[in-house]
């Protein structure tokens, strides 16, 4: 016996080094997190839901978190606040949402780790259900110091540490965890067809039913569509709730014409509503043809950029660039805030969103040991930062097209990165102004 826990000590003082190795590692680039997912809001009634929709105002199911102190370690910056568990949370579950933050960072809830990432300039969620007790709860954000990410963040003018927007959310067991919609276009009819998904979760290790709610509201108010489908889980399993409908084709979305739809959702479980959210939804198409020129809902469209950081930007600066016969802002490379992209949604600003890599200071070098974009060891750090970007900004009707990275070499992790996207989206350009003509670039 004595014998076999001298072995199992000795794996584990083996384990230990690896794990710390691992962390230090860009093939290490999240723990705890949330696949990511467009910014979902869950309220307790639907006139909160259809008032407040994405914006993280305080309700029942939602506690904003502030009142940050900071203190200084020796590998981090850390930010710390509280957060309170009520009684009824108990059978659902906690989410805590990070908008943005200055750089790599650690989660802990109650002392206890429950989450990183590597990329802090998109947003990420983790589940802190477990790591949270009723009543008053403590979360601290550590902003690692020196941490292999900066490498690829060569846009950062500053390092000063910041945290942004934070909240702690509850959904029920079964949940609605992601909206996702697509719209065809013909030019020859006055109609568009609008797709839309609902992904339902349930975080249940039994099977679970819901019944899953939807209503598609126009502009001028008349319902579009509605109906409901009852959708059973097995452990932790997700499927996805699915209905099309038409919509005249003059009250697609563009910048001229920033129509947007209300999408009502609500969960019933057992008899009992258990959340609802609403979604503003603007359906449009954005693609490219054979010469290059964008196309929005078939038309071909010039773009007309104003720049901005988007750290500061206000709606009085997008509408005086609209004055100004502006209809694209181009954002400094690094963290957009989700209010950002909703501001430009709702007054017609098209966005080219840019996946947070620039790797200018490690030169153009594509030997072993210079610049990351060719190394393979890489590979996971530029795939999740492209993959994050997508998915967080994918039903942002202002957001027409991605760029990749800036000024960052060329090799197979972007020649990866470009693929991975180009299978996630079928229509909006995936870009690397700096290709120099490879194929990946669209």
Request: charged letters at 25%.
């Amino acid at each position: 016996m004595k014998r076999f826990l001298s072995i199992i000590s000795l794996f584990f003082l083996a384990a230990a080094p690896a794990a710390a190795q691992e962390y230090d590692s860009p093939e290490y680039v999240s723990l705890g997190r949330e696949l990511p997912r467009g910014k979902i809001v869950a309220y307790p009634t639907a006139e909160e839901a259809q008032a407040l929709g994405a914006g993280a105002v305080a309700s029942k199911y939602l506690r904003p978190v502030t009142g940050w102190t900071r203190t200084e370690e020796a590998d981090a910056v850390v930010f710390t606040s509280k957060y309170v568990i009520p009684f009824i949370w108990l059978s659902r579950q906690a989410i805590l949402y990070v908008d943005e933050a200055s750089g790599a960072y650690e989660v802990l809830v109650n002392g206890k780790k429950v989450g990183y990432s590597s990329d802090a300039f998109a947003p990420a969620e983790f589940n802190v259900t477990k790591a949270s007790k009723e009543d008053v709860n403590t979360v601290s954000i550590r902003i690692l110091k020196e941490h292999w990410s900066s490498r690829m963040e060569d846009f950062a003018e500053s390092r000063e540490p910041r945290v942004g927007e934070v909240y702690v959310m509850s959904q029920p067991m079964i949940r609605v965890r992601d909206v996702v919609h697509n719209t065809n276009v013909d030019l020859k009819s006055e109609f568009a067809t609008v797709e839309v998904g609902l992904v339902v979760k349930t975080e249940s290790l039994n099977p679970k039913t819901a019944r899953i709610h939807y209503e598609l509201i126009a502009p001028d108010t008349t319902v579009v569509t509605h109906g409901y489908k009852d959708v059973t889980l097995g452990m932790r399993g997700e499927d996805t709730v699915k209905f099309m409908a038409s919509i005249p084709y003059v009250l697609t979305w563009c910048a001229d014409m920033p129509v947007r739809y209300r999408l009502n959702v609500k969960t019933q479980i057992e008899g009992r509503f258990a959340e609802y959210q609403s979604h503003m939804i603007g359906f449009r198409t954005a693609e490219t043809d054979d010469n290059g020129d964008f196309k929005i809902n078939g038309i071909k469209t010039e773009l007309f950029y104003r720049d901005f950081d988007p750290l500061t930007i206000t709606d009085k600066d997008i509408i005086a660039a609209r004055v100004l016969k502006y209809n694209a802002v181009r954002f400094k490379m690094g963290a957009v805030p989700q209010n950002v992209y909703r501001m430009c949604d709702s007054l017609g600003m098209y966005v080219i969103a840019q996946v947070p890599v620039n790797t200018s200071k490690s030169g153009p070098s594509r030997r072993r040991g210079g610049n990351p974009t060719n190394d393979p060891a890489w590979k996971a750090a530029y795939l999740d930062r492209a993959e994050t970007t997508y998915r967080t900004t994918r039903n942002q009707a202002c957001v027409i097209g991605y760029i990749m990275a800036e000024d960052s070499s060329n090799g197979i992790n972007l020649y990866e990165a470009y693929l991975r996207l180009k299978a996630l989206e079928r229509r909006r350009p995936v870009l690397y102004i700096e290709s120099a003509g490879e194929w990946n670039s669209d």
